[in-house]
C-alpha cells in the first residue's frame, strides 16, 4: 500500500535561515509528488508538483523540492526562510486508482520561524 | 475567483444531533471529495465523487454520508455524529485530468461533536 512519511513533526528555523522538510514515500509505480502548505486557520494551498522530467522542481514562494528515486524522497527546501512561512507543510503522493485518483498525504511537520 | 466553499466554518453540537457541511466550488469541476484532518494522521479521505450521482467510499467513511445532485455542490452528512468525529473537514476538487491540474481545498470546517 501507498505511504507517505514526514519524519519531522516540529522544526523550528531562524529568519533567514535555510530549510529543508524531508519526505519520504512508499509506492509501487512512478509516483506523483505534490507538497501543500497550510497557514493557520487556512486551506491547503499546493507549493509544487512533480509529475515527471527535471527531478529538481520549482514552485511558489521560494520553494523548491528534489525528487531522489534511489532514495524515495521528496524533500521541499527554501534558501531562506521568512517569518510569513510559519505553517504546517504537508507532503502526499498519487494517484491511485482506488479512491478516485486521490492524494494519500503524510502527517505534515509544523514549521516555527524564530526572529 | 476560483474557489472551494464550506459552511459553516466553525460548528459545534452534540452526539446524536444531525448535521450536513456544505461545499460548493464555482470551477465547474467533475471531481469533489471529503477529507478529514486529525493531528499526527494528516488528511484522510472520506467520501468522493467523480461525477454528478457518483459517489464512493474512501479510507474513513463510516458515520458520513455525501449526495452529488449537483455538479458544483457535494455536501457532508453526519446523521448521528458522535464524539470521535471531531475533526477538521477539508472539500477539495478538481478537473477529471489529473494530471492536468491538482486539486482545490476549501477553507476548512472544524468540528467538535460533545
Known amino acids: 500500500a501507498q505511504s507517505v512519511t514526514q519524519p519531522d513533526i516540529h522544526i523550528t528555523v531562524s529568519e533567514g535561515a535555510s530549510l529543508e522538510l524531508r519526505c519520504n514515500y512508499s509506492?509501487?509505480?512512478?509516483?506523483?509528488l505534490f507538497w501543500y502548505v497550510q497557514s493557520p486557520g487556512q486551506g491547503l494551498q499546493l507549493l509544487l508538483k512533480?509529475?515527471?522530467?527535471?527531478?529538481l522542481v520549482q514552485g511558489i514562494k521560494g520553494f523548491e523540492a528534489e525528487f531522489k528515486r534511489s532514495q524515495s524522497s521528496f524533500n521541499l527546501r527554501k534558501p531562506s526562510v521568512h517569518w510569513s512561512d510559519a505553517a504546517e507543510y504537508f507532503c502526499?503522493?498519487?494517484?491511485?486508482?482506488?479512491?478516485?485518483?486521490?492524494?494519500?498525504f503524510g502527517t505534515g511537520t509544523q514549521l516555527k520561524v524564530e526572529l | 475567483e476560483a474557489q472551494v466553499t464550506q459552511n459553516p466554518r466553525y460548528l459545534i453540537t452534540v452526539t446524536g444531533k444531525k448535521l450536513t457541511v456544505t461545499c460548493s466550488q464555482n470551477?465547474?469541476?467533475?471531481?469533489m471529495s471529503w477529507y478529514r484532518q486529525d493531528p499526527g494522521l494528516g488528511l484522510r479521505q472520506i467520501y468522493y465523487?467523480?461525477?454528478?450521482?457518483?459517489?464512493d467510499k474512501g479510507d474513513v467513511p463510516e458515520g458520513y454520508k455525501v449526495s452529488r445532485k449537483e455538479k458544483r455542490n457535494f455536501p457532508l452528512i453526519l446523521e448521528s455524529p458522535s464524539p470521535n468525529q471531531t475533526s477538521l473537514y477539508f472539500c477539495?476538487?478538481?478537473?477529471?485530468?489529473?494530471?492536468?491540474?491538482?486539486?482545490?481545498f476549501g477553507p476548512g470546517t472544524r468540528l467538535l461533536v460533545l
Open positions: 477539495a476538487s478538481r478537473p477529471p485530468d489529473f494530471f492536468e491540474e491538482t486539486q482545490y
Open positions: 509506492y509501487g509505480a512512478t509516483p506523483y
Open positions: 512533480y509529475f515527471s522530467g527535471d527531478t
Open positions: 502526499a503522493v498519487g494517484p491511485f486508482s482506488g479512491g478516485g485518483n486521490k492524494l494519500t
Open positions: 470551477m465547474n469541476h467533475e471531481y
Open positions: 465523487s467523480m461525477n454528478v450521482e457518483v459517489t
